[in-house]
């Protein structure tokens, strides 16, 4: 991680999204402390779903496949907020429109965080400018399960993101 995201401010919360401290990203990766996160699927208007594999440098999860672009909430940032920031940072979108798909919780031996599900339509252009994405597709369902069976994907968003894409 670099140094500069590893002092990133992030609002720690409890079971109830409520933030009791705020602390820098690395302590909470450390200390495995319960975030706020956001996942954006980018669907193309033919109905396609655009995925990426994670870059390699990556503090979480790296050279991974993932469903969405997203991350981490800063600290007294809004889910929206955050999700319209990862979007115009990973995949240089300015999304007119987000709808809101849900939320979850997702705990598992890396990680503790309430997170939020957006989507977007956005056929392109796409500019990956900051590193965090080595490969994207665009994949149908069919494909997206076919891809599943052969690659490893972020665990996150399989659990949180693609039941609520599902049930759109």
Known sequence: MEPRAQQEMVDIVDDDDQVVRTVT????????????????AVLGSDGRLLVHRRA???DL??????????????????YETAARRELAEELGVVAEEMESLGEGRFVDESVAMIGRGFLTVHDGPFTFTDGEIAEVRWVTRPQLTELMTAERFVPDNVALLLPLLDAR
């Open 61 to 78: 999860w790296p050279g991974m496949w993932d469903l969405a672009a997203g991350g981490v909430v800063a600290a007294g940032e809004s």
């Open 56 to 58: 390699d440098t990556k």
């Open 25 to 40: 990203r690395a302590e909470m990766r450390a200390q495995r402390l319960q975030h706020r996160a956001v996942s954006i």
